[in-house]
């Protein structure tokens, strides 16, 4: 699709740590370059654990150690020196990012946009001052000319918790690479020792939201039956601790594997028996995706979010956060038929190409420029 005048658009995102958003970003940055359009990156914690943007410009503000709150005043700074060089400000992380993108933005009178990547009323719940937030939200989100809503059931919980204006709010999914994904699975696993075994995985940052010590739980329950099967946990994050100190109690030290943050999760994926995503609310699930991709069998929670993704006993089955039973009954049954689990992991693959990212990324460079264009 050609417009007449490209703008120049800048991406705000927290940091350019280890992250299913980051990723995502990658993903649509190459895609809207690739189409001829100026685009940059600004990352309010001057962090670079990857290469993946290296060809992007990147600009910065504060270093990782530094709180983006109490460095508002500096952030803002640094904001009011890059803003002015572009058309297109879009903020593509929940709440501060995207409130420092509609106050930058609004104050040089650019278009703007914030992507809202979670089911907010779900993720407030879980952090510090959920009311005050609340109504930055519905603030905030007002403000900018569009939102960018990752799911439907985000769309949903936008109109009905914030009353953001329906008119401003588009519905894009992730987008997936199937090219990258083809070419990443080939690479070599960096614990091929380790994948000997069958292995079940996980991937996520660790935080509550993930449910990973539930994972732990789970993983116990089969451990002994099934002797041949170990567990990996991709991913990093607070709660890393607590999870090392559930393995030792569980005595699994020797069948679970924690390589915090991996670059190249594919290998891992392709080699894998099983991907277990047991979260307790997410705003898509990017790592279902990336698993669907490869054609991994999927257990999943049976979150409203997760069924825009997976149909139950057809491509991934889906169970009961409340009834751990459904999870374990549902793990032994992929372990156990082959023929059942590779009916999963075909259907799988057909299902995700609905996301590929000639298709996702036009849809959201269409969005970019039918509110640039007004």
Same mark, same amino acid.
């Given at each position: 699709?050609?417009?007449?005048?490209?703008?120049?658009?800048?991406?705000?995102?927290?940091?350019?740590?280890?992250?299913?958003?980051?990723?995502?970003?990658?993903?649509?940055?190459?895609?809207?370059?690739?189409?001829?359009?100026?685009?940059?990156?600004?990352?309010?914690?001057?962090?670079?654990?990857?290469?993946?943007?290296?060809?992007?410009?990147?600009?910065?503000?504060?270093?990782?150690?530094?709180?983006?709150?109490?460095?508002?005043?500096?952030?803002?700074? &640094?904001? &009011?020196?890059?803003?002015?060089?572009?058309?297109?400000?879009?903020?593509?992380?929940?709440?501060?990012?995207?409130?420092?993108?509609?106050?930058?933005?609004?104050?040089?009178?650019?278009?703007?946009?914030?992507?809202?990547?979670?089911?907010?009323?779900?993720?407030?719940?879980?952090?510090?001052?959920?009311?005050?937030?609340?109504?930055?939200?519905?603030?905030?989100?007002?403000?900018?000319?569009?939102?960018?809503?990752?799911?439907?059931?985000?769309?949903?919980?936008?109109?009905?918790?914030?009353?953001?204006?329906? &008119?401003?709010?588009?519905?894009?999914?992730?987008?997936?690479?199937?090219?990258?994904?083809?070419?990443?699975?080939?690479?070599?696993?960096?614990?091929?020792?380790?994948?000997?075994?069958?292995?079940?995985?996980?991937?996520?940052?660790?935080?509550?939201?993930?449910?990973?010590?539930?994972?732990?739980?789970?993983?116990?329950?089969?451990?002994?039956?099934?002797?041949?099967?170990?567990?990996?946990?991709?991913?990093?994050?607070?709660?890393?601790?607590?999870?090392? &100190?559930?393995?030792?109690?569980?005595?699994?030290?020797?069948?679970?594997?924690?390589?915090?943050?991996?670059?190249?999760?594919?290998?891992?994926?392709?080699?894998?028996?099983?991907?277990?995503?047991?979260?307790?609310?997410?705003?898509?699930?990017?790592?279902?995706?990336?698993?669907?991709?490869?054609?991994?069998?999927?257990?999943?929670?049976?979150?409203?979010?997760?069924?825009?993704?997976?149909?139950?006993?057809?491509?991934?089955?889906?169970?009961?956060?409340?009834?751990?039973?459904?999870?374990?009954?549902?793990?032994?049954?992929?372990?156990?038929?082959?023929?059942?689990?590779?009916?999963?992991?075909?259907?799988?693959?057909?299902?995700?190409?609905?996301?590929?990212?000639?298709?996702?990324?036009?849809?959201?460079?269409?969005?970019?420029?039918?509110?640039?264009?007004?």
């Amino acid at each position: 699709m050609g417009y007449s005048v490209k703008p120049k658009i800048l991406f705000i995102v927290d940091t350019l740590a280890f992250g299913g958003a980051q990723k995502v970003l990658f993903e649509q940055m190459k895609y809207i370059k690739k189409q001829g359009y100026e685009v940059a990156l600004f990352s309010i914690k001057k962090n670079m654990y990857h290469n993946w943007f290296e060809e992007f410009l990147i600009y910065g503000a504060i270093n990782e150690q530094q709180s983006i709150a109490t460095n508002i005043f500096v952030v803002l700074e &640094k904001l &009011k020196e890059v803003v002015p060089h572009f058309d297109v400000i879009i903020g593509f992380i929940d709440l501060f990012t995207n409130y420092l993108a509609v106050m930058s933005g609004k104050m040089h009178n650019k278009t703007t946009l914030v992507s809202s990547r979670v089911v907010l009323s779900d993720h407030l719940q879980k952090i510090d001052y959920p009311s005050v937030n609340h109504e930055m939200i519905t603030y905030f989100y007002n403000q900018a000319d569009g939102v960018i809503a990752l799911s439907k059931n985000v769309k949903k919980d936008l109109i009905e918790k914030y009353a953001i204006d329906t &008119k401003k709010i588009f519905q894009v999914y992730n987008p997936v690479n199937f090219k990258r994904v083809e070419q990443l699975s080939q690479k070599d696993c960096k614990h091929e020792t380790f994948f000997n075994r069958r292995v079940i995985l996980s991937i996520g940052r660790m935080t509550e939201q993930k449910n990973h010590l539930f994972v732990l739980e789970l993983f116990s329950h089969i451990a002994d039956e099934y002797e041949d099967v170990n567990l990996c946990i991709l991913g990093d994050g607070p709660l890393r601790e607590s999870l090392l &100190k559930k393995i030792n109690k569980l005595s699994l030290e020797n069948r679970v594997l924690l390589p915090g943050n991996v670059e190249n999760i594919y290998p891992y994926l392709e080699k894998s028996e099983l991907f277990l995503f047991p979260s307790l609310y997410e705003g898509l699930g990017n790592s279902i995706l990336e698993a669907l991709s490869v054609g991994v069998p999927i257990v999943a929670s049976n979150l409203e979010v997760i069924k825009e993704l997976i149909e139950n006993k057809k491509n991934g089955l889906l169970c009961e956060l409340a009834q751990p039973e459904t999870f374990i009954q549902a793990i032994k049954k992929i372990l156990e038929d082959k023929s059942y689990a590779q009916i999963l992991s075909n259907n799988g693959k057909i299902s995700v190409q609905r996301f590929q990212i000639s298709k996702i990324g036009e849809e959201f460079l269409r969005v970019i420029n039918k509110v640039y264009n007004g």
